[in-house]
Each structure stands twice: as C-alpha cells, then as structure tokens.
C-alpha cells in the first residue's frame, strides 16, 4: 500500500468509500422497489468492481460490446449478462455464440430483422438457443424500434425463426411518460396475443431514482452511478460527495493571473460535455471553469476565483463523464484515506468489438 502523494499526475482515483456507498444506495432503492440491479459495467470495465456489484446484490450486468462480455465472464463476474448492442457479421456472431455456450443466461438486444436473423443462422449454425430483448426507442432518438407496434411486430417474427427465444423489451434512458405510454401499449399488444413478456428493462443513471415510476420495469441498468461525474451532478441525480471518480492533476503552468494550465487534455478528461460548462469541475476551487482543452493540456479559467493555486498544486478533477474517462487509462486507483489500497488494470479497455 502507498501513499496517495505519491502517485504520479495525472492520475484516475476512485475514493473507495464513495463507491462503496454509491454501490449501495442504488442496490437499496431498487430493491426497494422491487426492481431487478443490473449495472452497466462500460462505466469501470473492471471484473472486481462488478464482483463487488453482484455481492451487492445485483441479479445480474449489462455489457455493451463483445469484447466486455468475454473479458467478464473470464473473470466469471456473471453468467447472467444482457448485452445491449445489434451483433453483426460471422466474426460477432461467431464469438457470441461461444459465449452462450459459457454463459447460459446471456442475452442480447436487436431492433432489427436483419440482426434477428443473422443471429438465427449463427444459433441454428453453433446449436445454440439465443435469447433476445427487442429494444424500443421511448424518446432518446439513438436506436430502437419507434412504436409499440414495430416492437410487438418484430418479437413475433424474431421469436418465430429458429434458434430464437424471445425474453423482452428494453429502452435507454426512462423517459417520463413517453416510456411508461409506449410500454403500457406494446404490452398490451402482446397480452391480446397471448405472448408472454418476462423481462421489461429500463436504464440511465439519471432515471434511476424514479425507476419506480414506470411500474412495469422488471430491472434497470445504469452505469455511471458507481462513480457519478458532472453530468450526474447536474441532472440532480447526485452531489459533489457521491463523485467517486477524480483525476488527480498538477498545476504546471500559470501563464496569467487568470489561467492555469493542467497537466490533463484530451487524453484523461475526454473532450465530451454533455451540455456542461467546461470539461469538468475542479474540487478544491468550484469557480474556475476547466474551459478548453488539448490533448496534454487542461486550460482552466480562474477569473472568476478568490483563491488561485499556484505552479506545482495538486488539484481533484471530478469529470463530465466518468465512463469514457476509464476506457482513457490502463489503470485506476482504488483509494482510501490518504493511502492507495488497490491499483485495478481496466480489463476491457479497448474492447469496443
């Protein structure tokens, strides 16, 4: 174990009380309600945090890429996983199978017939049952079938070719009321045929404390609550206190009064914003604006800052997304106190294939 101080900038800390509690406090308010914990471990892609996760309580992870599920489940994180992205092309589809085969309660999500199918001809070529979500576009505008109707349309049709075991819907994120008004009516539409529907999922971290209020959810996904960044902060779904995630930086630079320059860019913090003010927040001075970056360079406004820190100063970035900030580094600082209690390799950097 080292000491804090001693880590060479920048560096990517997670305060593991933080954590801990954000761990649990989401495990307890869906149980609460009743709802399924299936976080989305794009946000850490590390197999010990997902372990902590599942001990938890979670029933289960999501992942979003290949890749990810390969790197989890030989760990043996999980052998309930969803994997929420269309698998296509023999190299996808080849690779997924023998995932099925090793992970019995794997499932993937399609909003199309041409990955329906594709995914049939790969079970009935491997022998292996494919388990399926048809995802629904409830107002976020990426992918996903866009009425109730297409989705109760293409359940029946994927669930109808071989190999195929239909198992539910899912959207990203919960939209109030769109949401609640699409999956009340595509329910309904399978109820009248008779087509049992297992599994309703939802997802997002800003939507996971009302989760509840779309009542036919069976469980949700979300991510970025085991570490919380800017975007959360501001959606009001967390505090300055809940982010777990900061990126400790020196000061090298203060070439005005008013500026000064980090030794984190692109490279670290992620050029995302997310419709925030900067490209993070700076803990120990809450005026200054981390205003532009480059790839080796964050350029920070102090103007607005009684206190100014001078050349040599270790500053706590907390990010504007902590999930891109993981998938930036080799690997992460577990820290507790002053003192570095665990250093984490991000298994599944890079595996967005």
Same mark, same amino acid.
């Given at each position: 174990?080292?000491?804090?101080?001693?880590?060479?900038?920048?560096?990517?800390?997670?305060?593991?009380?933080?954590?801990?509690?954000?761990?649990?406090?989401?495990?307890?308010?869906?149980?609460?309600?009743?709802?399924?914990?299936?976080?989305?471990?794009?946000?850490?892609?590390?197999?010990?945090?997902?372990?902590?996760?599942?001990?938890?309580?979670?029933?289960?992870?999501?992942?979003?890429?290949?890749?990810?599920?390969?790197?989890?489940?030989?760990?043996?994180? /999980?052998?309930?996983?969803?994997?929420?992205?269309?698998?296509?092309?023999?190299?996808?589809?080849?690779?997924?199978?023998?995932?099925?085969?090793?992970?019995?309660?794997?499932? #993937?999500?399609?909003?199309?017939?041409?990955?329906?199918?594709?995914?049939?001809?790969?079970?009935?070529?491997?022998?292996?049952?494919?388990?399926?979500?048809?995802?629904?576009?409830?107002?976020?505008?990426?992918?996903?079938?866009?009425?109730?109707?297409?989705?109760?349309?293409?359940?029946?049709?994927?669930?109808?070719?071989?190999?195929?075991?239909?198992?539910?819907?899912?959207?990203?994120?919960?939209?109030?009321?769109?949401?609640?008004?699409?999956?009340?009516?595509?329910?309904?539409?399978?109820?009248?045929?008779?087509?049992?529907?297992?599994?309703?999922?939802?997802?997002?971290?800003?939507?996971?404390?009302?989760?509840?209020?779309?009542?036919?959810?069976?469980?949700?996904?979300?991510?970025?609550?085991?570490?919380?960044?800017?975007?959360?902060?501001?959606?009001?779904?967390?505090?300055?206190?809940?982010?777990?995630?900061?990126?400790?930086?020196? #000061?090298?630079?203060?070439?005005?009064?008013?500026?000064?320059?980090?030794?984190?860019?692109?490279?670290?913090?992620?050029?995302?914003?997310?419709?925030?003010?900067?490209?993070?927040?700076?803990?120990?001075?809450? %005026?200054?604006?981390?205003?532009?970056?480059?790839?080796?360079?964050?350029?920070?406004?102090?103007? /607005?800052?009684?206190?100014?820190?001078?050349?040599? %100063?270790?500053?706590?970035?907390?990010?504007?997304?902590?999930?891109?900030?993981?998938?930036?580094?080799?690997?992460?600082?577990?820290?507790?106190?002053?003192?570095?209690? #665990?250093?984490?390799?991000?298994?599944?950097?890079?595996?967005?294939?």
């Amino acid at each position: 174990m080292s000491a804090v101080k001693e880590l060479d900038t920048p560096a990517v800390t997670i305060r593991l009380d933080i954590m801990e509690d954000n761990i649990r406090r989401v495990q307890a308010h869906l149980a609460k309600h009743g709802i399924g914990n299936r976080p989305h471990i794009k946000t850490h892609k590390i197999p010990a945090i997902g372990k902590l996760q599942m001990q938890a309580g979670a029933m289960g992870i999501t992942c979003q890429k290949i890749g990810e599920v390969e790197v989890f489940v030989d760990a043996g994180v /999980a052998d309930d996983i969803l994997l929420t992205f269309n698998i296509l092309g023999q190299a996808k589809t080849d690779r997924l199978m023998a995932l099925c085969r090793r992970a019995p309660g794997l499932a #993937v999500v399609l909003d199309n017939e041409v990955v329906a199918r594709e995914l049939s001809i790969a079970g009935a070529r491997h022998g292996v049952d494919v388990r399926f979500l048809v995802e629904c576009d409830t107002g976020f505008g990426r992918t996903g079938v866009q009425t109730p109707a297409a989705a109760f349309d293409l359940a029946r049709l994927a669930a109808r070719l071989p190999r195929m075991q239909f198992r539910g819907l899912m959207t990203f994120p919960n939209r109030e009321p769109t949401t609640r008004e699409f999956f009340e009516r595509a329910l309904a539409l399978f109820k009248g045929a008779g087509m049992p529907v297992p599994v309703v999922s939802g997802g997002g971290t800003p939507a996971l404390f009302t989760a509840q209020n779309i009542p036919m959810l069976t469980e949700h996904r979300a991510g970025t609550c085991v570490f919380n960044d800017v975007m959360v902060v501001s959606s009001g779904t967390a505090t300055w206190d809940n982010c777990a995630m900061r990126v400790r930086a020196t #000061v090298v630079s203060r070439p005005t009064d008013g500026r000064a320059i980090l030794d984190c860019g692109t490279k670290v913090l992620t050029s995302d914003q997310y419709g925030q003010k900067g490209f993070g927040h700076v803990l120990e001075y809450p %005026e200054a604006v981390v205003g532009n970056l480059s790839e080796e360079h964050g350029i920070v406004d102090l103007s /607005a800052c009684a206190e100014r820190p001078q050349v040599g %100063e270790i500053v706590h970035v907390v990010p504007n997304h902590c999930c891109v900030v993981s998938n930036m580094v080799d690997e992460l600082y577990g820290v507790r106190g002053e003192a570095v209690e #665990v250093v984490w390799p991000v298994a599944a950097r890079g595996r967005v294939r």
